[in-house]
């Protein structure tokens, strides 16, 4: 018996000659795996709804097992995404964010908070043509799901809630005026105060996304701290980070 699931696509394997690996996030299951036969077909009804970053409706032959694969029946495209892929520095974003969620979470486990997370944030990365700040937004909040949420409430040194001046990596959280040293990258006030907002759980990536950033050298610096501290503390092996690295004027 097929089961119905909507679920947005993480990752996709090639194997066979037509035959695909396909990796989705969703609603009702979480994160799981399914075997696409003759989707790469030119007449596979299903190609549509297996694009990268799209959401779809999938009808799956579900495993009985977690660590096993499931078997598409059919797909429908609910929302595609195709522009993330056009333009290169957006397909590069997306990709890192998807990359983040996938290592962050076990197969099938249900988390509507992260599913309409992630949903939101690649859709916000549609409608806005100044991406950073969303997608430091995003990977701020998923620090939760690896269990290293920081903390925004207090100095991490003195743990005073006055006086704080900017944000360190080593510490994994907010720095006062009296804490700071000569190593301590000095982060500009209003940033820091907008930080301090997203650890309020009310406050969603919609709720940013509504508000007016530019990209300058202190938000890509912030990024590139970001991704240090995902390869090197976290632990996350992301293909995307060295190409931002590489190509991107985020790392410029």
């Known amino acids: 018996m097929a089961n119905n699931l909507q679920g947005l696509i993480i990752s996709k394997i090639n194997y066979n000659d037509y035959d695909q690996i396909i990796t989705i996030f969703s609603r009702e299951e979480g994160k799981l795996s399914f075997y696409a036969p003759g989707v790469r077909k030119a007449i596979s009804k299903n190609q549509f709804s297996l694009q990268l970053f799209a959401t779809s409706e999938f009808e799956l032959f579900l495993s009985y097992h977690k660590n096993k694969v499931s078997k598409l029946k059919t797909g429908v495209l609910i929302k595609d995404r195709n522009l993330l892929a056009k333009d290169y520095e957006d397909y590069l974003v997306a990709t ?38 969303i997608v430091i937004f995003y990977l701020f909040k998923m620090l939760k799901w690896y269990g290293l949420r920081w903390d925004f409430g207090k100095c991490q040194r003195c743990y ?57 050298q202190e938000l890509m610096l912030l990024f590139r701290m970001l991704c240090e501290y995902y390869l090197n503390v976290v632990g996350i092996f992301s293909y995307s980070i060295k190409e931002i690295a590489e190509k991107s004027i985020y790392f410029k």
């Open 160 to 216: 005073k809630k006055e006086g704080i001046k900017t944000i360190s990596f080593i510490d994994q959280g907010l720095i006062c005026r009296g804490c700071i040293t000569e190593k301590d990258y000095l982060f500009s006030i209003g940033l820091i105060k907008e930080i301090i907002l997203w650890q309020d759980e009310q406050f969603t990536i919609a709720t940013l996304a509504s508000k007016t950033f530019v990209t300058n």
């Open 96 to 133: 890192l964010m998807v990359e983040v969620l996938d290592q962050a979470i076990e197969e099938r486990t249900a988390d509507d908070e992260l599913y309409n997370l992630i949903t939101t944030s690649l859709d916000c990365l549609l409608n806005n043509s100044d991406n950073l700040i």
